[in-house]
């Protein structure tokens, strides 16, 4: 008798989440992607035909949907914590030392997990039904990325047991194979291509378009439980993984429990062995102290538990050639060289580039063109040249790679080349004169913390410099749609956006249009302390070195710099045209003259507040206080928001005085002028 639709819909979900499980959980598909898409697409046809069939938890759900405006914000109910780092044995070995020293014992039962190299989530199932995914964000705050999340087939829609709250926690990642896949796809469309299965994986996380996630293919794998309503959970982290798994929620193979450091190190060199041949990246390994009840007795320090830590895996290192040494130049004209490779796969990319520094660090490891090198890359950091193979030097010898010899002028705009007594760095002379150091001044001027000019990033910039458009920061005041609309993939609505990003930056502040002019030396703490200190900018352009001297921690280098910026009348006269095209700020006495009504007031800011951590900063330092990432003596108030931690108890144990959220908003309103 032929089964009944109910029947068979019922049949075709199963039988599509049971091959999610083998692709994703197990790594071995037992059909073809064909094979699968068909399935799909039947009971895609089925649900339409039979709508009263359609559930929630049906997979016909992983598709996407329209795109977001924006991710909105999530309060995590408990926070996702962060994992301390052990880079050797010995790190390792005093761990296990404080733990069996805090829980007086002689040997610890460990869990033990593979260390994704994935995004850390939050999962929240509601009745036992997938209801929202989450970023981990800072730990307290991350991002709802449910749409996308409810794509990745790797984590199941509805668990088994129907309990009102399980939120699980864990890290989304994409296969290397996927990663491959994707790539290949990409590279097929003309689409730029992800530099590792991380980025791939990340870029897929974050798109407001959910159809796009629905086309990665994403895993998950889970690493812990959070919060949980209506059981209590076995008594160790073992036994909660365990219960994950028969919830049918991924949970690495490798997995397990050992005794004592030799356990963890065992463990250690067992995964290393098998990490080239698994089929996802991982970094390292955890250890997690196995009963529950002890982890609680451990506790946390800041925002990571004692209980455990992460045994990274040592940076990856590889060799190649050097095929040649060329200079960049950076905004304030630095010359930076950098050794061109013969390219190498290296920890996760291919590495074509790798920084020296400069002629000191040259000269240290003795880089020349042809030799072959050892490159090292960790993590996110910036490939380097480790040290030369000697031994494989060419014969004869190349020469030394001497920079100034092979750059007397600069290698973008031919000026001159200078270096400093007591620098090691050659500077470009040309200033704004030099394509290169214009273009970044640009980006500088237009940058967040700067202008604040949306959409004008590098790659615009670059266009417009290139086009003749713009030479100053003065000229991107006066570009006009038909300007803009000209440019390679600028659309009318893009240029209309970027239009109103320039007008919207007219509006500034003193200190923001300080740090903006890319002046040597001044950063943005500089440029705020001079904007307090002065007032107004034309008090500060007539301060001759000895005056700007009285600026907080601005010494004679700084002040030079400043003096020699405003000697320039190329500088002035950008200045003054800025302020024609309707740049402006709210001026004031300055507190050379004049005492704010927080002036001298060393603030801490800790905690998640309602407003955000910059916004608290400006209300703070419009009344001239001081705002500081440390609390000391010489801290006066402390602003404790939800879930302070170690900052807090740091005020309480020297008496520095603490302020809740509240009386903190209350305490600026009564003291604002
Ligand atoms: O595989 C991982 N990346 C992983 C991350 C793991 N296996 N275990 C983890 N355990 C924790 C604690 C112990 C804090 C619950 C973690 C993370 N945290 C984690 N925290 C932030 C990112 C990842």
């Known amino acids: 008798m032929a089964a009944t639709a109910k029947e068979h819909c019922a049949w075709l979900r199963n039988e599509i989440e049971r091959h999610n499980i083998q692709y994703y959980q197990l790594d071995s598909p037992i059909i073809s992607d064909a094979e699968y898409d068909a399935l799909f ?117 509805r668990l088994p047991q129907a309990l009102p709250l399980v939120e699980i926690r864990g890290e989304v990642l994409m296969m290397k194979r996927d990663f491959q896949a994707l790539n290949k796809a990409q590279e097929a469309r003309g689409e730029k291509l992800f530099a590792n299965p991380r980025n791939a994986a990340a870029g897929s996380l974050r798109q407001l378009d959910s159809r796009i996630t629905a086309s990665r293919r994403l895993s998950f ?68 102290v196995n009963d529950i009840a002890k982890q609680q007795q451990l506790g946390f320090v800041s925002r990571a538990p004692r209980f455990a830590i992460a045994h990274k895996f040592p940076a990856e290192e590889a060799l190649t050639t050097v095929l040649d040494i060329e200079v960049q130049v950076g905004r304030t004209g630095t010359l930076t060289p950098v050794a061109r490779l013969a390219p190498v796969f290296v920890g996760g990319v291919t590495v074509t580039n790798a920084t020296l520094h400069n002629q000191d660090e040259i000269d240290r490891k003795d880089v020349r063109v042809g030799d072959t090198v050892v490159v090292r890359r960790a993590g996110d950091v910036i490939p380097e040249v480790a040290r030369v193979v000697l031994e494989k030097r060419p014969q004869p010898e190349p020469a030394r790679f001497d920079l100034h010899q092979r750059h007397p002028v600069c290698p973008v705009c031919g000026s001159k080349v200078a270096r400093e007594a007591e620098e090691s760095a050659w500077r470009c002379t040309g200033g704004l004169f030099c394509p290169a150091q214009r273009k970044q001044a640009l980006w500088h001027f237009a940058s967040r913390r700067a202008m604040d000019i949306e959409g004008l990033g590098d790659k615009l910039v670059e266009l417009l410099v290139d086009q003749g458009l713009v030479h100053t920061p003065a000229d991107i005041y006066q570009l006009k749609l038909d300007d803009l609309a000209k440019l390679e993939r600028m659309g009318d609505k893009s ?41 107004t900018l034309d008090k500060m352009m007539a301060a001759d070195a000895e005056r700007l001297q009285q600026v907080r921690d601005v010494g004679p280098v700084v002040a030079q710099s400043v003096v020699a910026f405003f000697a320039e009348q190329h500088n ?30 060393i603030f801490v800011l800790t905690g998640t507040l309602n407003i955000s951590r910059d916004e608290a900063k400006a209300m703070l330092e419009a009344q001239g206080a001081r705002v500081s990432g440390s609390v000391s003596k010489k801290t006066h108030y402390v602003v404790a928001g939800a879930e302070a931690g170690s900052k807090l108890d740091k005020a309480r144990e020297l008496g520095v005085t603490v302020l809740d959220e509240q009386q903190f908003l209350q305490m600026l309103e009564e003291k604002s002028i």
């Open 572 to 601: 002035i006269d950008v200045i003054a045209q800025l302020r024609a095209s309707g740049v402006h700020w709210p001026e004031h006495e300055g507190e050379a003259g004049q005492v704010l009504p927080l002036s001298g007031q």
């Open 41 to 157: 697409r039947e009971l895609q046809n089925l649900e339409a035909q039979h709508p009263e069939l359609a559930t929630p938890d049906s997979p016909t759900h992983r598709v996407g949907s329209k795109p977001l405006k924006e991710f909105s914000e999530v309060v995590h109910r408990t926070p996702m914590l962060s994992l301390n780092n052990a880079f050797s044995e010995e790190e390792v070995r005093s761990f296990d030392e404080r733990v069996r020293e805090a829980l007086e014992t002689n040997e610890v039962e460990y869990a033990v997990e593979p260390k994704f190299d994935g995004l850390a989530i939050t999962l929240t199932y509601v009745d036992g039904v997938f209801v929202q995914g989450a970023t981990r964000g800072d730990g307290s705050v991350g991002e709802d990325v449910s749409e996308n999340l409810r794509t990745v087939r790797a984590l199941p829609l």
């Open 221 to 288: 794998f889970a690493y812990g439980v959070g919060a949980v309503e209506g059981m209590a959970l076995p008594p160790t982290h073992g036994e909660q993984m365990a219960w994950l798994k028969s919830m049918k929620v991924p949970v690495a193979e490798q997995c397990g429990v050992v005794q004592g450091v030799l356990g963890l190190l065992d463990f250690y060199r067992d995964i290393g062995a098998q990490r080239a041949g698994l089929p996802y990246d991982i970094d390292g390994v955890v250890y997690k």
């Open 495 to 535: 240029a209309n956006n970027l239009l109103a990003a320039i007008e919207h930056s007219k509006k500034t502040t003193l200190a923001r249009f300080i740090y903006a002019l890319g002046i040597r030396n001044v950063g943005e703490t500089t440029a705020k302390d001079m904007a307090r200190h002065f007032g």
